[in-house]
C-alpha cells in the first residue's frame, strides 16, 4: 500500500546553480500550493492610454486551466501583447507558495518602487479565495479579491501611471492532491517522511535560460521501499524543456524510504516542487 504526502521546494537558480535545503510545507490540508508569475509590459509608441481598455485599480481576468488554454507562458505573454498593443511583454519573476488563510506573500519588485501583495483569504477542494493589491509606498493601494478555481488561472493586471509598465500578476492554486483509491486507511497511519540523502541538481535547460524563461515544475512521485524513485509523474509541467530537467533529476535521487508503525519500509507517494528561477541581475550583464 502507498500513501501520500508533499514536500517542499528546490530552486534552482540559472547562474550559479545553486540550491536551496529542502523544506517541509504544510500538508494539504492547511496549505494550498499556489504558483505566481509577475509579468510586464511596455506600452506601444504612438498608442494613445485610452485606446486600451484598462479600468481603474487592478483588472481581473480568470480564464479556463492552463493546459486547456496557454499552458506555455509564451503563449499567454503573446496573448497580452496583442490584447493590450504592447510592443513587449516579459516574463520578470516566478513563485510558488505553499499559502495558509490569512498569510500574505510579497512579489519581487520588478517596477520602480510599485509593491504587489497576495493574501489568501480561504480555500477549500474546489477554489481559492485571494485578495490582490497593487500600489505604491505611501499611496493608498488598489485592492481587488479574486476567486479562482483549484487547478486554473486567474490574472490580475494594473498599469504603473498613465505611460509606465502594465504589471500582470498570475495565481494558480493547483489541485488537492488526494490519496490513492482503496489506501485512505494507510494515510491514517504512522508513517515516517522519507529523508533525502542524495540528489542531481536538474539542469537549467539552455533553451530556456537564453529565453529568460524561468517557471515551477511539479512532479508526484512514487518513493520506493527501497528508497529510489519509482513512478514520477507532471502535476505541472513548464515548456522549453524544464520538465523534463526536473524529471531526469529526480529519476536519480534517493532516499532513506519511509516506515510504518512496526518499521517496516513502505512506499508513498509525494509531490515535488522544483523552481527554476533565473539570476535576472546576472542575466542581464553583457558576456565577454
Known amino acids: 500500500m502507498t500513501t501520500k504526502m508533499r514536500l517542499g521546494l528546490l530552486a534552482v537558480t540559472a547562474v550559479s546553480m545553486l ?38 485599480g487592478p483588472l481581473v481576468m480568470v480564464g479556463r486551466s492552463p493546459e486547456a488554454e496557454a499552458q506555455d507562458v509564451l503563449d499567454l ?47 477549500d477542494d474546489l477554489k481559492a479565495t485571494y485578495t490582490v493589491s497593487i500600489g505604491k509606498p505611501g499611496e493608498a493601494a488598489s485592492e481587488v479579491k479574486v476567486v479562482i478555481g483549484r487547478g486554473r488561472r486567474g490574472i490580475v493586471g494594473s498599469r504603473d501611471g498613465e505611460a509606465a509598465p502594465y504589471v500582470f500578476l498570475t495565481l494558480e492554486p493547483l489541485n488537492p492532491i488526494s490519496p490513492p483509491a482503496g489506501e485512505a486507511e494507510a494515510a491514517k497511519g504512522e508513517i515516517t517522511t522519507p529523508k533525502l540523502v542524495s540528489r542531481v541538481t536538474p539542469v537549467f535547460p539552455e533553451q530556456a535560460r537564453k529565453a529568460c524563461i524561468d517557471g515551477v515544475v511539479v512532479l508526484e512521485c512514487t518513493i520506493g521501499a527501497d528508497g529510489a524513485v519509482q513512478k514520477i509523474r507532471p502535476v505541472r509541467s513548464e515548456p522549453m524543456g524544464m520538465t523534463e530537467a526536473a524529471s531526469e533529476a529526480v529519476r536519480q535521487w534517493r ?34
Not at 23 to 41: D, N, Q
Not at 107 to 112: F, K, L, N, S
Not at 258 to 279: C, E, Q, W, Y
Open 19 to 56: 540550491t536551496c535545503p529542502f523544506a517541509a510545507i504544510g500538508g494539504e490540508k492547511e496549505s494550498v500550493l499556489t504558483v505566481f508569475r509577475v509579468l510586464v509590459g511596455a506600452p506601444a509608441v504612438g498608442v494613445a492610454p485610452g485606446s486600451v481598455l484598462m479600468v481603474p
Open 255 to 288: 532516499y532513506e524510504p519511509a516506515h510504518n508503525a512496526a518499521g517496516k519500509a513502505v512506499p508513498v507517494v509525494m509531490t515535488v516542487t522544483i523552481s527554476f528561477r533565473l539570476d535576472r541581475a546576472a542575466h542581464e550583464k553583457p558576456e565577454k
Open 77 to 123: 505573454m503573446a496573448k497580452l501583447k496583442d490584447g493590450y498593443r504592447l510592443s513587449e511583454v516579459s516574463l520578470a519573476a516566478s513563485l510558488a507558495r505553499a499559502m495558509a488563510p490569512k498569510e500574505e506573500v510579497e512579489m519581487p519588485a520588478v517596477t520602480g518602487d510599485l509593491a504587489v501583495r497576495v493574501a489568501l483569504l480561504a480555500f
